[in-house]
Each structure stands twice: as C-alpha cells, then as structure tokens.
C-alpha cells in the first residue's frame, strides 16, 4: 500500500480526525442514494444482486421480479431458469439466482420465511456475508453496523483511517473511532464519496471537503504509476512506420 505524501503536513491521529470528517461529509451525502426496496426480504435480494453490479441497474431489475415472486416463499419454490433470466442484466446472474433461492429457502425452512435480524444466522444464509448482513441490519432493522464495500475500504485507507486490507478488521477498526450511532451514515457517506469525488484511480482532490484532513495514502503512487503507463504507451502502428521511413539524424 502506498505511503502518505511525505511534504504533506503533520495530521491528527485517525480517531481526533474521523469526526471532523463525518461531519464536513454529512451535509454533502444527508441520504444515502443505493437500492430500493419496501421490505428486508427485497433488500437481502436487491443487496445480492448489486454485487458487481450498479445500484442504478438493479433498481431496474428488482420491480418485475419482486412483482413475480413477492415473498421469500414464493422465490424459495421459483422455477430457477426463470429466477436465473430475471436477474440476468446483473452479471453473474447463475451463481446469483442459486444463492438467492438457496438463501429464500433456509429462511422459509429456518426463520418462518422472515429475513433474521441476528447477524450469525445472516451470515450462515447462501450468498450473505458481512457486508450484505451489516447492511441489511441497518437499513432494515435500524441496527448499527460498520459496512466495508470496496469504496468504504480504500477511503478508510487513503484517509488514514486503517492499514488493513481485510474487509472484516477494517469493520472493526473504524467501529473502534467511529461513533456507534454513526457506523452506517459514515459508512454510506463513505461509499458516495468514493462514488462521487474520491475515485479509485483519478480521485478529484481538488473538489475533497476533506482534502485538509486526508494524508493522500497512495495517490501519490497512482499519480506517479499513470505516468509511467503513458510513458511506457507504444506507439500507434501509423507513428512506428513513419519512424522507420525517417531517415535517422547524422
């Protein structure tokens, strides 16, 4: 992982600046804009099929397949051809439909066909792991939770927040500086922001709320590596053969 800027100045340690930055956040991202849903059941599913996939697109899914199959029973005993065409613009549509079913079918066998609310028996669902249970948990059961998709991460660590690669020690990293009451807003700030303005791999500093709080880990690097894939760019085929009919410089 890459270093903070060196010429940078001094900052606060990560827990006297995560406040300040949840708070300069806040008015910039009041709601979280993700997925639709009327219920946990359509949420656990709509969180499933966002994996590698745009909230924007599965909100374009999720209408007609709710309205086919509108209970955890009905999609526990749905033909999976039709499940597996439904889901299908989502991309990786088999492994998702499978996990789905799986998932509607310990819950109608387990939990009365209700989504749990506990984050052990979320977890032990097909397809449902940390990040899809803290989720649900929040959103739906109003139960705080640190949620760490790939955005959250690599803001936490270009933030100074965490060294940590793992999803799971950068969950309890954050919940040990991050107000409890504050785990998921900061969490879905966290994801718009890396949406929004804190890009992968051109991230806009210049237009960061919190760009005086932030040691910039690694996009010092980013920046240097860009350079070297333009320098390191071949040359088009049209440049190669004029080069070759120059005659060269005595």
């Known amino acids: 992982m890459g270093e903070p800027d060196p010429t940078a100045p ?3 340690p990560a827990r006297d600046r995560v406040g300040p930055i949840n708070e300069r956040l806040a008015p910039l991202y009041p709601e979280f804009e993700g997925l639709n849903y009327a219920n946990p059941f359509q949420l656990l599913v709509a969180v499933v ?3 590698q996939c745009t909230d924007k697109r599965v909100n374009t899914i999720t209408p007609a397949l709710f309205a086919r199959f509108p209970t955890a029973a009905d999609m526990a005993t749905c033909d999976i051809r039709e499940l597996e065409q439904l889901v299908k613009p989502s991309g990786f549509y088999k492994n998702k439909a499978k996990n789905i079913r799986a998932a509607c079918v310990e819950m109608v ?5 209700q989504v749990p609310t506990d984050l052990d028996d979320l977890v032990s669902l097909p397809g449902v792991g940390r990040k899809t249970a803290n989720v649900i948990r929040g959103h739906a059961f ?3 939770g640190v949620t760490v998709d790939t955005h959250v991460g690599r803001l936490s660590r270009r933030l100074g927040l965490t060294r940590h690669q793992s999803p799971v020690k950068v969950e309890l990293a954050l919940a040990e500086i991050v ?3 504050e785990w998921l807003h900061f969490s ?3 994801i718009m922001h890396g949406r929004k303005v804190c890009l992968a791999r051109k991230p806009r500093c210049e237009q960061c709320a ?7 880990v690694g996009v010092k690097g980013l920046a240097a590596s ?11 085929p049209q440049r190669a053969q004029r080069a070759q009919r120059e005659p060269e410089s005595k």
């Open 142 to 144: 109003e139960t705080p």
């Open 188 to 190: 879905g700030r966290l």
């Open 210 to 216: 919190v760009a005086d709080l932030c040691p910039k």
């Open 179 to 181: 107000p409890q009451a």
């Open 109 to 113: 066998a387990r939990f009365g066909g």
């Open 10 to 12: 001094k900052l606060a």
């Open 226 to 236: 860009r350079r070297r894939k333009k320098k390191a760019k071949p040359d088009s």
């Open 49 to 51: 099929l966002s994996a």
